[in-house]
């Protein structure tokens, strides 16, 4: 039970700390701890209060999924996408050139702060079925 709330104590930690900085910064890598209760502890985490909006997590998982492929933010939201491909990486293409091609490893984060009001399309590059649209107001 110790190592559980250690595991979501060290999740909630590290997703605060990514949620107040735009740059990759990658999480430990510690092989002896239990990744999937972590990642779910964040997953449970939907969306957290910052000073400056909300910070959302968008999950790139395996099988061509992206979680959630939806999402309605206010101007001034964070999202943090996060890649669940264990080897290899996935590409995130932002179709209107927010930011350059982002190579996502597993476990480090990439995360954009969203300013401009608009309608903006994410795909993950060589697999155009896995994409997202998220909508500023």
């Not at 492929?69 to 080897?87: A, F, H, N, P, Y």
């Not at 179709?95 to 309608?119: A, H, Q, W």
Request: glycine letters at 6%.
């Amino acid at each position: 039970m110790k190592r559980n709330s250690l595991i979501l104590l060290m999740g909630l930690i590290f997703l605060f700390a990514s949620g107040c900085t735009e740059s990759n910064e990658s999480v430990p890598d510690d092989s002896n701890s239990s990744v999937p209760e972590a990642e779910s502890a964040l997953q449970s985490e939907n969306n957290t209060t910052s000073k400056l909006g909300e910070d959302h997590i968008v999950r790139l998982e395996k099988y061509g999924v992206v979680r959630p492929s939806e999402l309605e933010l206010s101007k001034g939201d964070t999202v943090s996408w996060w890649s669940d491909k264990r080897q290899g990486n996935y590409v995130l293409v932002s179709e209107e050139k927010l930011f350059p091609d982002e190579k996502l490893s597993y476990r480090v984060p990439f995360t954009y702060t969203f300013n401009e009001i608009g309608t903006y399309h994410f795909i993950v590059k060589d697999l155009p079925g896995m994409n997202a649209t998220i909508r500023v107001n």
